[in-house]
């Protein structure tokens, strides 16, 4: 007997989407459920064999009942937009599937599995239909099979006729007059009131039906249980009416058409996978065995390793027009150290695998000139997958890469910042919708070989997606900028450096003994359990929150005691320095390389704003809150005695770049005006003269911009400034009423992430914002705080990248020694010839402050001295 499985997909996809955790790909495509419905069709393919599949779903708008009864359904919840939007997501796979979908308007999902199950029995097809809703248990017969899940989508029970009867004592047509009895208040059927579940199977057990049971009234026992039957007559059948399922839609089936479900396309499916990052799901794909075979068959792929030194020397004869390179190098964390270790190149249809473990480069003048040979032919344009460490490490040998076009890294990184990783094996399989594997040498010549295929992706979308100029202009070109702040690095006053050290243990010692003095006992600081017990047991502060191993001792509760107790500021400071000490004096010691500098690694792909990072050691976050913290600047000094360091800061960066972008004249012209901003701000807020702000309004106006910037509510501003939630909800309202454009264009930010799903920079730099759409307040918020900030954050970064990309070239094109050394976030630090001070000082400052053409000057604080301390 031929089987047909029906799969009641709106049943199938509520249930998955509750039942598995929220899951989003990268760019904010929520799948849980399709996850859940594919794994479940995908299973009852597995077990159940079927020769026909299809799939049915609700149409929007009212069906029959709804025209019966206007409350039917009523009470329920809307549908949460995180599911609405899988709804077309599913019903994609299914058509790549070549499952056949059935919708009908003024019918449920219900009436069309009711008429398709009874249509194919009476063809003498067996039926199978999967749900998680017990109203299709009424449908069950000899052929006519009933899946309902049960604990999510995983777990399922099977009833036919027989089943059915067994356990619940009725025939499955009478579990319809058992539900018009007692009612439905999912579906919202009245039923009879007073008549629960065990009344209504007692009932329709002795009686067969709803009418019956209404003849015998009379025999039935229950003064109460009378009366409601007796005066509910009327909606007792309605309510029968209600549940009963359709067998007989108007709507025709054709078995032909159903029957051709093993018509789909495989490489679709992949790609659709993949772009849902569901690479699992590839293998449960019917027949993939055989694709994978037939895929495997058809790869044009050529591996060649070169061993001998003849061979490399004359590798780059082969090579033409534009060739493909990723690379590995050795694991060291001193720079010095780094150092190639295998290359692969692809040209027209063939990949070179080097092993410099074979070839070896060190003082090898041959095998360093074959690399020269190729990293330097011009008219070869190079692709390279991550180009910066490669031209870092070839800067140590001399050799320097020309002609190179495009990094698939950082385009990856400009479509989609959130991404946790970038390497190329993830982009293949997601963006090529591809399943390379190998082992090693194989696998690296594969993806290599795939590196063409990529940056053909990359390059269209950067053009599609209206980024060129930021990716030709701003992040390609930084490549070469970081690359050589990285070959700099930053020269370490070792002996400075060993007297921070013991300063540091000597304010390490006495904050321990002032915070004992305070404790009147010795205890462990670090130790959260000892902790606690000292402030909430022995000193009674009031507890702020609890773990599951004790008091919560975290930087937030410590700020929200910070008035408390004189221990408190103590404690804050004691963990400050204490991580300066461990981070920074102790850390750099160890990462001081052989010429005296440190090499920090600047990431251009790790933060979803765009700004840059670095590690190993981090530069960026050097905290300097406390005096101690700015000593550490002390360190960082001159490469040369006679050189100066030469600090060259935005000012106030973000809030011009606000002003900018939501066009207010106001804060347009504090800034043409060259007002101090905050004062002005002040001024405003406080309704006093400028001449008359005090320092103390002026730092709560400055929170109230830069809160601003971040999407800051009036309870986070109350709570940063220690004043009520009434008095912070009046400073924002008298803000955003003298800074009118500005509330607009916030939530016209927010706005546009809810309709797009992301929001851009001035130089259309994207930012996911997949929060946004989440149905939990919090999450919502914090995507509402990210819209509202990542556009002013991000055009922040790609100003002070562009800047320092133009800076970099102007000090080449003048033939100039002074060079960019390091960047914080706005600030840029060169390392300056004494010689050439006042011409880099003008220099720096025409390009930084004319960057962009913006309605508001772009200004530059500049300041030197002869460590980073003095030049801060």
């Known amino acids: 007997m031929e089987r047909l ?22 760019d904010g495509i929520h799948t849980n459920a399709v996850y859940g419905f594919a794994n479940m069709l995908f299973k009852m393919r597995e077990e159940l064999k079927p020769d026909y599949v299809v799939a049915a779903f609700d149409r929007k708008g009212p069906t029959f009942r709804h025209k019966e009864y206007k409350d039917y359904k009523a009470g329920r919840k809307k549908m949460p937009e995180e599911l609405a939007e899988q709804f077309p997501l599913t019903k994609d796979l299914l058509n790549l599937l070549s499952i056949t979908i059935y919708e009908m ?19 003498g097809i067996e039926v199978y239909i999967v749900t998680g809703d017990r109203d299709a248990l009424q449908l069950a ?8 899940t049960k604990k999510g989508v995983t777990e399922t029970a099977v009833y036919n006729y027989k089943t059915f009867m067994d356990e619940f004592g009725v025939t499955p047509t009478q579990f319809i007059d058992v539900k018009g009895l007692m009612g439905d208040k999912s ?18 057990q002795t009686y067969g039906s709803i009418e019956e049971v209404l003849n015998n009234i009379d025999n039935i026992s229950g003064k109460k249980l009378k009366e409601n ?45 993949f772009k849902l990052q569901m690479k699992s799901m590839i293998d449960k794909l019917p027949n993939s065995e055989e694709n994978e075979e037939i895929k495997e068959k058809e790869e ?181 900028v970081l690359s050589s702040m990285e070959s700099l690095g930053f020269k370490i006053n070792k002996e400075m450096l060993d007297e921070l050290a013991v300063k540091f243990k000597e304010e390490i010692i006495t904050t321990e003994k002032e915070i004992f003095d305070l404790a009147e006992e010795e205890f462990n600081i670090n130790s959260p359990k000892q902790l606690g017990k000292i402030l909430f047991e022995k000193l009674d502060l009031p507890v702020i929150k609890k773990t599951k191993t004790g008091y919560s001792t975290n930087a937030e509760v410590l700020e929200k005691l910070q008035d408390k107790h004189d221990i408190i500021p103590k404690i804050t400071y004691y963990r400050q320095i204490t991580k300066l000490n461990s981070t920074y004096v102790e850390g750099l010691k160890n990462v001081i390389d052989v010429d005296g500098k440190i090499h920090s690694t600047f990431n251009q792909t790790v933060t979803t704003t765009g700004r840059l990072s670095s590690t190993e050691p981090n530069l960026q976050n050097i905290p300097i809150k406390y005096e101690m913290g700015r000593e550490i600047r002390k360190v960082f000094i001159p490469n040369n005695e006679e050189d100066i360091l030469l600090s060259c800061d935005y000012s106030q960066i973000e809030l011009r770049v606000l002003a900018e972008m939501s066009k207010d004249e106001n804060m347009i012209s504090a800034f043409t005006e060259h007002s101090d901003i905050h004062r002005k701000t002040a001024s405003e807020v406080f309704k006093v003269p400028v001449d008359e702000v005090t320092s103390l309004m002026r730092s709560r106006a400055k929170a109230v911009n830069f809160g601003i910037v971040y999407g800051i509510s009036d309870f986070s501003l109350s709570q940063d400034l220690h004043i009520t939630k009434k008095e912070a909800s009046e400073y924002m309202e008298i803000y955003f009423d003298r800074y009118p454009n500005i509330k607009g264009y916030l939530d016209s930010l927010t706005e546009e992430a809810k309709e797009k799903g992301y929001v851009l920079t001035i130089l259309n730099r994207r930012r996911f914002i997949p929060e946004i759409k989440s149905s939990n307040k919090i999450v ?33 094109e003048k033939s100039l020694k002074s060079e960019i050394i390091l960047q914080v976030h706005d600030e840029l630090i060169l ?12 220099l720096v400052k025409e390009e930084m402050e004319n960057v962009l053409k913006l309605a508001v000057p772009l200004e530059v604080d500049i300041n030197l001295g002869k460590t980073w301390y003095e030049a801060k």
Do not use: W
């Not at 599995?113 to 063809?123: C, D, F, P, V």
């Not at 579906?187 to 329709?204: Q, R, S």
């Not at 039957?229 to 089936?253: D, G, V």
């Open 229 to 273: 039957l007796e005066n509910n007559r009327e909606l007792a059948i309605f309510s029968k009416k209600l549940a009963t399922i359709i067998t007989e839609a108007p709507m025709e089936f054709d078995l032909d058409e159903i029957k051709s479900q093993d018509n789909y396309n495989y490489d679709e499916l992949k790609k659709f996978f």
């Open 780 to 812: 919502k918020s914090l995507g509402e705080r990210l819209a509202m900030n990542a556009p002013i954050q991000g055009s922040a970064a790609d100003i002070i990248k562009l800047a320092m990309v133009n800076v970099f070239n102007k000090l080449k």
């Open 5 to 26: 499985l029906i799969l009641d997909s709106n049943s199938l996809l509520n249930r998955a989407f509750y039942a598995i955790p929220e899951l989003t790909t990268t």
């Open 105 to 123: 308007d003024g019918y449920e999902a219900d009436d069309i599995i009711g008429s398709l199950a009874k249509y194919a029995e009476k063809n």
């Open 300 to 480: 044009n792929f050529n591996l060649e390793s070169i061993t001998e030194i003849k061979a490399f020397s004359e590798l780059h004869l082969n090579l033409e027009e534009i060739c493909y390179i990723t690379y590995e190098v050795s694991n060291s964390e001193r720079y010095s150290e780094i150092s190639l270790d295998k290359l692969y190149i692809s040209s027209k249809d063939k990949t070179y695998y080097i092993d410099f473990n074979e070839i070896s480069l060190s003082n090898n003048e041959e095998a360093i000139n074959g690399l020269k040979k190729i990293m330097e032919k011009e008219n070869l344009n190079k692709v390279i997958h991550n180009g910066k460490s490669l031209i870092t490490i070839l800067n140590k040998l001399n050799i320097e890469i020309k002609d190179f076009i495009f990094d698939t890294a950082i385009a990856a990184y400009l479509i989609n910042s959130a991404r946790s990783s970038y390497d190329l094996l993830t982009l293949v399989n997601e963006y090529l919708c591809e399943d390379v594997k190998g082992e090693d040498i194989i696998l690296q010549g594969k993806l290599n070989y795939k590196l063409k295929d990529i940056y053909n992706y990359f390059k269209k979308k950067i053009e599609e997606e209206d980024m060129e100029e930021l990716y030709y202009k701003v992040e390609h070109p930084l490549i070469y």
């Open 831 to 842: 390392n300056v010839k004494k010689d050439e001070l006042e011409e880099v000082k003008a």
């Open 141 to 148: 017969s000899d052929n006519i099979n009933v899946v309902i």
């Open 187 to 204: 579906d919202n059927i009245p039923g009879v009131p007073g008549v629960g579940e065990k009344t209504a199977y007692k009932l329709i």
